[in-house]
């Protein structure tokens, strides 16, 4: 039986999502809606002030910069949450689709790899969150520090609805924050579990073997047989589940990583150019710490793309590795077509434009700094 659930891996996004009320639900109650409300009318809600203020400073290019640093996050953050709205019943499919027998019945001496990813999630996702709320901290102060009554300035007079004006866009940012960075993991954490999945797969595969005994009782050797036969059977089951699991995250998540691609490199040159050319304040750290998280957000989706394309390569090692040739004909003609289904890997795209991988993160950097 395995020890480790694999829904632990986004246990903490699944908490906060229910909280903010944007974990799709089938029959929500009223209270859950409202909830819902909220979140989205923080978003748009700021939004809205973000294009005002836009549309005030169109003519002074400093000015239009740091509004742009934020509202350009913003609109990922919309397209992300468009579209995990509109994609939630393919969401909640695939998430029960984990709960299918062939990802929870591998081996126990195979679960510390299940153990050990857990582990790194929800510590990448903690450390994520550390550098959000630092940044949402500073975003609460240096207005108080640098003498500014608003986070995100609006052009007219508030007079005495100015202190209210500041509480409604602290607390819009906090749960606008909150629902982004757990979008954000949400989606990476499931990139893992497939990489965690195609891992165990490989060493399923390279531990299959027949008895190294020379067997003379034809029944026993067939019984050898029929439970290798069946074994590798259900690798190749296993392994036609993790490309079904793999093809619905892209389903889900590919127009929100395509918008995450695209704000981040607006982004990285906006906040880039924001912290040149202001003096030195409270600002430039919250500017620095927002470069940091946005930089570390396109980090960990090319890092666990990455991990889905070696991962899915090694399977095709793996094959070679196995004992292969003690097989019977029937199970080498399956490990034939998992090898042959390995030759192309597995990826999570953005609309079918750019894979996620350690390549494309150097890229997207590097063509940010070019454009700066």
């Not at 005495?160 to 990476?188: F, P, R």
């Amino acid at each position: 039986m395995v020890i480790s659930n694999s829904a632990d891996a986004f246990r903490v996004q699944y908490k906060m999502l229910v909280l903010t009320g944007l974990w799709p639900k089938e029959n929500p109650n009223i209270v859950y809606r409202l909830r819902t409300l909220i979140s989205w009318i923080s978003a748009f809600g700021l939004f809205g002030v973000l294009l005002i203020q836009l549309i005030n400073d169109i003519k002074d290019f400093t000015k239009l910069s740091e509004t742009l640093y934020i509202m350009v996050s913003y609109v990922g953050f919309i397209i992300k949450l468009l579209t995990f709205t509109y994609q939630r019943k393919e969401f909640l499919k695939m998430i029960h689709y984990l709960k299918d027998p062939i990802f929870v019945t591998y081996p126990e001496d195979l679960d510390h790899y299940m153990t050990k990813y857990i582990k790194q999630s929800v510590l990448l996702a903690s450390t994520f969150q550390l550098v959000i709320v630092g940044g949402l901290i500073f975003f609460a102060l240096f207005p108080i520090l640098d003498n500014k009554p608003l986070p995100m300035p609006l052009p007219y007079d508030l007079g005495k609805y100015t202190t209210l004006m500041y509480c409604l866009q602290v607390i819009g940012e906090s749960i606008s924050a909150i629902n982004h960075i757990c979008l954000d993991v949400m989606c990476t954490s499931l990139m893992g579990l497939a990489a965690t999945y195609l891992n165990i797969l490989s060493e399923r595969i390279m531990h299959l073997k027949e008895k190294d005994a020379v067997v003379e009782d034809v029944v026993i050797f067939n019984e050898i047989s029929e439970s290798t036969n069946e074994q590798m059977r259900n690798c190749v089951k296993h392994h036609l589940a993790i490309i079904n699991m793999v093809d619905s995250i892209e389903d889900v998540f590919t127009i929100a990583l395509f918008g995450q691609f695209l704000t981040s490199v607006m982004v990285l040159c906006n906040t880039i150019f924001n912290i040149i050319v202001i003096t030195v304040s409270t600002q430039t750290i919250m500017l620095s710490d927002y470069m940091v998280a946005i930089v570390i957000q396109l980090f960990m989706y090319c890092w666990y793309g990455n991990e889905i394309i070696a991962k899915s390569l090694q399977i095709r090692d793996a094959c070679y590795m196995a004992k292969w040739y003690a097989f019977d004909k029937k199970t080498c003609k399956y490990l034939f077509i998992i090898m042959e289904r390995s030759k192309r890997p597995l990826r999570i795209t953005t609309m079918k434009i750019y894979a996620l991988s350690l390549t494309a993160f150097a890229t997207v950097s590097t063509f940010s700094l070019t454009c700066y």
